[in-house]
């Protein structure tokens, strides 16, 4: 998930969706979880459990969340991840293991009969299922939006987009990473109903008189998903730290210190595993019955709980911009 | 430099046009009169205006910008009675607006323009119809469309040389045709498109009812609706996008 301390130095601006247009490709892990949650804490389980006990909240948190992107001009390109990154496995193994602990918790409030600790920690312990990623995709492609396969992280991908493909405009990530992965503007918070953060990755680097290696570097030493960061080491120390050493093994010579793999994980920043064979057609014609019926009809999901979003989703597309003509 | 004397009732209708679509504007001082462009935050729809300095009773300008809160500067006009004339002073220091009413005086603190949404392209538009009708019909019509349905099709039937409105609601209809004899001019071209009924509804508040407008349409496409106010010195040219046809 990235380091949240690159908060500390990233150059983050408040906009309101409706300033943005064009295309954002976004983490589609990430963002779908959101939702995932926000739908399991909101929404009564029957509204998206079949009769043979199969959940499919995706649906809903999906229906939901798509129209602020059409109703505001962003179209989302939706990233999805690949296979788990090598030196990741920890990081993994790390997550599963709190998962069970929550799991634990879980049935244990259960039995003790604690309904609000149910929900709350139900709404923590919801994952990604293969049943979720398939309907997710049978979903997003009835309504004709956009999704690319990762080799690898989607993060990484949606990044790597954003820098090198014109028509793509924004990465849609909560991750700091990206920042890392040198996307250009990154934007976070899309799933919060309020404004989003956007994060600028050339003024992060001229706010700090730094390279986008020696970011890499800094963030390095303070810790990445593919390694412990130096004990004593938060982003402004390890901002000065680079300054004056000019670049990571500088500063871990000064300190003689040593770090795991350190090219390696460089290179997962400016190299990752990432493909050039996709396509983006930010021009949408969904098939709105044809999503209407595979929600309501074939997983039983209670017209009333998405038909609000679907007239949304279709006031959207049938209203042209002027734009269109300029 | 701004310094300008002009008719409350035209200054009225200049910001009257620009406020159906948006809360703010940039107004370009040139020394040959005013100019306003802007479109409303979902792209939908556009004003293109300009009011001559020939309008004014005085007007002296050499190339300005300025950024207004709309509704602020219609509520001071609005102070004015009609017939009764309005002075309006910039103060390049400051950057506000001294407005003068009659001994009443009004210091309009104004917007940075910078922060106002940019001013869109105009669209370019090859429309194969025009209409010219009494603003007093197509508010009969905007009316009559709104008691059925949240949108309207305006068209030309070139064959019959006819201007025709559709509004098909869940239940009711509407329909209205003008033919030939009832239009101030047509060129008849095959034109229909279906617009939004908040839109035109708003546009149609600006429109005079008793002068002509200026209809351009075209199939599937942005109409063009242009007046002239300020006894022809001024000149509004609204921009709707359409609606995508379903069936």
């Known amino acids: ?326 | 430099m701004f310094k300008a004397i002009v008719s409350a009732d035209t200054l009225r209708d200049t910001l009257d046009s620009v406020s159906v679509l948006v809360d703010e504007c940039k107004i370009h001082l040139n020394d040959d009169g005013i100019e306003i462009r802007a479109v409303d935050p979902a792209n939908v729809g556009m004003v293109d205006l300009t009011l001559s300095a020939d309008a004014f009773e005085s007007y002296e300008a050499d190339g300005g910008l300025i950024g207004v809160d709309l509704s602020r500067l219609e509520d001071i006009a609005g102070m004015a009675d009609a017939g009764q004339l309005v002075q309006l002073e910039l103060d390049e220091e400051t950057r506000k607006l001294h407005i003068q009413i009659e001994g009443l005086e009004y210091t309009l603190a104004l917007i940075d323009p910078d922060s106002i949404r940019q001013e869109p392209d105009l669209p370019d538009l090859d429309l194969p119809a025009q209409v010219v009708v009494e603003g007093a019909d197509i508010d009969r019509a905007v009316r009559a469309a709104d008691m059925v349905s949240d949108h309207i099709a305006l068209g030309v039937d070139a064959e019959n040389e006819r201007f025709y409105v559709d509004a098909e609601g869940d239940t009711d209809d509407v329909h209205l045709e003008l033919e030939r004899e009832d239009l101030i001019d047509l060129e008849a071209g095959d034109a229909r498109s279906l617009f939004s009924l908040d839109y035109l509804k708003d546009m149609n508040k600006a429109f005079p009812k008793d002068a002509e407008v200026t209809l351009e349409l075209g199939e599937e496409f942005p109409v063009k609706m242009h007046f002239d106010f300020a006894e022809g010195l001024g000149s509004v040219t609204f921009m709707l996008a359409p609606r995508i046809q379903s069936n």
């Open chain 1, 1 to 326: 998930m990235g380091n949240a301390d690159l908060r500390q130095l990233a150059v983050i601006e408040e906009v309101g969706f409706d300033e943005l247009d064009g295309v954002v490709a976004v983490d589609a892990h990430n963002w779908l979880y959101k939702y995932l949650t926000t739908t399991v804490r909101f929404t009564r389980d029957d509204a998206y459990t079949t009769a043979d006990g199969t959940e499919v909240p995706n649906l809903i948190g999906v229906v939901q969340g798509l129209p602020k992107f059409f109703e505001n001009d962003l179209t989302p390109v939706f990233v999805f991840d690949g296979r788990v990154v090598g030196l990741k496995d920890e990081e993994v193994e790390e997550r599963r293991e709190e998962r069970e602990r929550r799991e634990e918790k879980l049935e244990a409030a259960r039995e003790a009969g604690d309904a609000l600790e149910v929900a709350r920690l139900d709404s923590q312990t919801q994952r990604l299922t293969d049943v979720i990623h398939e309907t997710t995709r049978e979903l997003l492609s009835l309504l004709d939006v956009p999704m690319v396969e990762a080799p690898a992280e989607g993060e990484a991908q949606a990044s790597y987009m954003a820098r090198v493909d014109d028509d793509v405009d924004y990465v849609g990530s909560d991750d700091y990473d990206c920042l890392l992965l040198g996307a250009p503007l990154t934007l976070r918070q899309l799933t919060s109903k309020g404004d989003v953060e956007r994060m600028d990755f050339e003024a992060t680097l001229a706010e700090h008189d730094v390279t986008w290696e020696q970011l890499v570097d800094v963030g390095i030493l303070c810790g990445t998903d593919f390694n412990e960061g130096l004990t004593g080491y938060g982003p402004k120390t390890a901002l000065t730290a680079v300054r004056e050493h000019g670049d990571l093994w500088g500063v871990l010579d000064a300190e003689d210190a040593y770090i795991d793999d350190a090219d390696r994980i460089r290179e997962l920043f400016f190299d990752p595993d990432v493909t050039d064979d996709y396509t983006v057609d930010a021009d949408l014609d969904p098939d709105l019955d044809g999503a209407r019926a595979y929600l309501t009809e074939e997983w039983d999901i209670p017209v009333d709980e998405v038909e609000r979003a679907f007239e949304r989703i279709e006031e959207s597309v049938t209203q042209t911009g002027l734009d269109r003509w300029t």
